[in-house]
C-alpha cells in the first residue's frame, strides 16, 4: 500500500483537493482523465488523490502512470485508519468506490454489503472527522427497483430488486443520514446504464462485443425484452462535475440518458457494427429477480444544473465497438483471468 502524504489547504494556492474513490474503475477513471485533462471549468488546478482497491474491475493502467496533479493510494475504502491518515487537506470527496455487477451479487451478495454499504459508512465518518466540505456519492436507477410506465423522479420510493441494488440504497440512506446528523455536505446521484470505453467486459456492451470479435457466441436473457436506458459515460461524468461544484446538499440528482433500449435492440446492433448474426445469439435462463425496465425522470439536473446528454447514442455505440477493437491488449486480460464472472457456464451480461 502506498503511504498516504500530508496535503496542505486549497488556500495554501495549490488549487482544490479531490478525492476519488474508485477511481482506478470504468466510470471513475473517465472522471479523472478528464478532469487532468481540463476537460471540467474551473478544475485546471484541481489536484486528485485516487483511492483504489485494484480489484478485478479496477485498472491502474486506465489512470496516466504520472501526472503533476495526480495521486494514487492502492487501499481500501473499508479501511478506517487509511482514510483518517487520507482525508485531512481535501476539500472534497467523489465516491465511485462499489460492487457494481448484479449477477456477483445474486451469487455472492456479502462483499456488496461491505463494500457498498460499510464502506460508505466508513467513508463518510472520516470525512466528518477530516471536516471535508463537500461529497458526492455516486448510485444507481437500481435502487428504484423496476417501472412498468412512466419514469422515476428523486422522490420515487427506494424499492429494490437484487442484492446489489439493495446495497446501493442502503449506501443512499447511508449518505443522506450523514447530511442530516453531521451537516456534511452530501449530494447523492443516480444515473442509468452507462457504457463506452474502459468498461470490464463482465458488463452486456463489452461482454457482447469482446465476445463477437473472439469469434464466441452473445448470451442473451430471456427473450431480451428487459429494457435500460443508456447513457455514455462521458455524459455522466459532465454531470457529476456540475453535481461535485453546484449539487445541494442533502439532494438527489437523476442522471438519465433519454434512450430507452431492449436487450434484443442492443444485441441486433452490436451483431450489426460487428459484421455478425443472428447465429451468434444464446438465449440463457433469465436472471433471478430481473428487473423488466428502468426509466429516469431527471428533470431537475436538466433545470438546476444545465446538465443535457451530448453523445447519441447510435454514434457512442459504434465508438466504443471500435475503442474495444482497437483495444484487444486492454480487456482479454481482463477477460480470461481465472475469476472472471462471465466465461462460459456464468455468463452474466448485464449491469
Known sequence: MNAPRPRPRASQGVGRRLLVTGGAGFIGSHFVRTLLADGYAGHEETRVTVLDKLTYAGNRDNLPAAHPRLDFVHGDVCDRRLLHDLLPGH???????????????????????????????????????????????????????????????????????????????????IARSYWRT????????????????????????????????????????????????????????????????????GEVYNVGGGDERTNAEITRRLLALCGADAAMVRHVADRKGHDLRYALDDTKIRERLGYAPRVPFEEGLAATVAWYRDNPGWWKPAKHRSDYFGRPGREGNTP
Open 91 to 173: 476539500d472534497a470527496v467523489l465516491h465511485f468506490a462499489a460492487e457494481s455487477h448484479v449477477d456477483r451479487s445474486v451469487h455472492s451478495a456479502a462483499d456488496f454489503v461491505r463494500t457498498n454499504v460499510a464502506g460508505t459508512q466508513t467513508l463518510l465518518d472520516a470525512c466528518v472527522a477530516a471536516g471535508v466540505e463537500r461529497v458526492v456519492h455516486v448510485s444507481t436507477d437500481e435502487v428504484y427497483g423496476s417501472i412498468e410506465t412512466g419514469a422515476w423522479t428523486e422522490e420515487w420510493p427506494l424499492l429494490p430488486n437484487s442484492p446489489y441494488a439493495a446495497s446501493k440504497a442502503s449506501s443512499d440512506l
Open 182 to 249: 453531521h451537516g456534511l455536505h452530501v449530494s447523492i446521484t443516480r444515473c442509468s446504464n452507462n457504457y463506452g470505453p474502459h468498461q470490464h467486459p463482465e458488463k452486456l456492451i463489452p461482454l457482447f462485443v469482446t465476445n463477437l470479435l473472439e469469434g464466441r457466441p452473445v448470451p442473451l436473457y430471456g427473450d431480451g425484452r428487459n429494457v435500460r436506458e443508456w447513457l455514455h459515460v462521458d455524459d455522466h461524468c459532465r454531470a457529476l462535475a456540475l453535481v461535485l461544484d453546484r449539487g445541494g446538499a
